[in-house]
């Protein structure tokens, strides 16, 4: 099993009692996965509303985040599944979902790394040639990176179909390696390791450094151009320099979301590491020889930890480090309450409405009822002379 999907292969039995620090790890992370799987699905789904629903739609970058979310929910659910099979419901040791299970972690992993690459490279231009955004980053163009990159996971990790079967271990069905791919679930495994964390783990990173040191260059000139802003006219300098106060304190939208998407990348690449440094430590040292070293163990739960965390924690990223979606979030929040109160006050004034016309025509009849028999007494009664 590779890294991206050690979780779903672990067919630790949870109900054993094991005694050490492994045991108590184990149920840490059997706790914590459901957690997150929990939050974070929600969190995706949320996000994915407060970007196709709100005016961050317009921006191109929405469109990357909203399908990151989508990635992270495909991984959580492909999580929960074989969460299920530790806990005792064999869910993942069924043919079809193993191999589907497998395919889906492999093709969601693929699509989450690139998709923050995506948005990277997207930043870098924005910044590094602003002149040049209106043209390049647009809804347009976003819309056909996501459709070639889902075509491209989709297709290269086909051969995860077939790495995987369904095997009967101690009268028991186990999702395992097929014997009869060996060498291609070798050879996809590597793969996987380059093209999902190798590749993308230094186009991040060196982008990323290159579009910190931007916009600090940015905000270098925006204060030595507020601290030498001078004109003839004190009271105008005085104007000029508070002006140039505010814009170096106000970024602009585009900056706010260079800012947010710097965060978003920075700790992808930083829950990444430790899963796939364990993964290369265990590769050198030798599977066998990994797998008795119960510290090197317990190293390798807490960097699946860390790993799983990444699909679901980018909503509360959002809310911390983006002022935009901070704001987007509370205007969805406003307009459903909003819509709620207003659908409600409407089902009040309709059920007083009702309720005023029923008590009319009682009334009416009413006096209806007491008006008939008076105009027959007054009709009957003998006219004076």
């Not at 196709?52 to 929910?73: E, G, H, I, N």
């Amino acid at each position: 099993m590779s890294g991206s999907n050690a979780f779903a292969g672990n067919e630790t039995n949870y109900t054993d009692t094991e005694p050490g620090w492994t045991y108590l790890v184990e149920r840490i992370e059997l706790c914590y996965s459901l957690a997150l799987i929990i939050l974070g699905t929600l969190g995706n789904c949320i996000s994915v509303l407060v970007f196709f629903t709100t005016k961050l739609r317009k921006l191109s970058s929405s469109f990357y985040l909203a399908a990151l979310a989508v990635s992270d929910t495909g991984f959580l659910i492909a999580l929960f599944i074989s969460w299920l099979n530790s806990i005792g419901v064999p869910l993942f040791n069924v043919s079809g979902v193993c191999e589907v299970d497998n395919y889906l972690i492999y093709v969601c992993s693929f699509l989450s790394a690139w998709l923050v690459v995506a948005f990277t490279v997207e930043r870098f231009v924005a910044v590094r040639y602003p002149l040049r955004r209106p043209s390049m980053c647009t809804v347009a163009r976003a819309r056909v990176v996501l459709a070639s990159l889902t075509a491209l996971a989709l297709t290269l990790n086909v051969p995860n179909l077939w790495s995987v079967q369904i095997e009967v271990f101690n009268n028991k069905p186990i999702c395992s390696v097929n014997p009869q791919f060996t060498v291609l679930a070798t050879i996809t495994n590597h793969v996987d390791f380059v093209v999902t964390f190798i590749l993308p783990f230094f186009v991040i990173a060196t982008l990323n450094a290159w579009i910190s040191l931007m916009v600090w260059q940015l905000a270098r000139v925006r204060r030595v151009l507020t601290l030498t802003s001078a004109v003839p006219s004190h009271g105008q300098r005085r104007r000029s320099q508070g002006q140039a106060q505010h814009a170096a304190q106000s970024p602009n939208s585009e900056t706010k979301v260079t800012k947010m998407l710097l965060v978003v990348s920075t700790v992808f690449l930083c829950l990444n590491l430790p899963s796939y440094v364990i993964r290369v430590h265990v590769y050198v040292q030798g599977f066998k020889s990994a797998s008795e070293d119960e510290g090197l163990i317990i190293l390798q739960h807490v960097a699946q930890v860390f790993f799983i965390t990444n699909f679901g924690i980018n909503f509360a990223l959002y809310c911390v480090s983006g002022k935009n979606f901070r704001r987007a979030f509370c205007s969805l929040c406003c307009r459903c309450l909003r819509r709620r109160f207003e659908s409600s006050q409407v089902t009040v004034l309709s059920e007083y409405a009702r309720s005023s016309g029923s008590v009319a025509h009682r009334r009416g009849a009413a006096l209806n009822g007491f008006q008939a028999p008076w105009n027959e007494a007054h009709e009957l009664l003998p006219l004076s002379n």
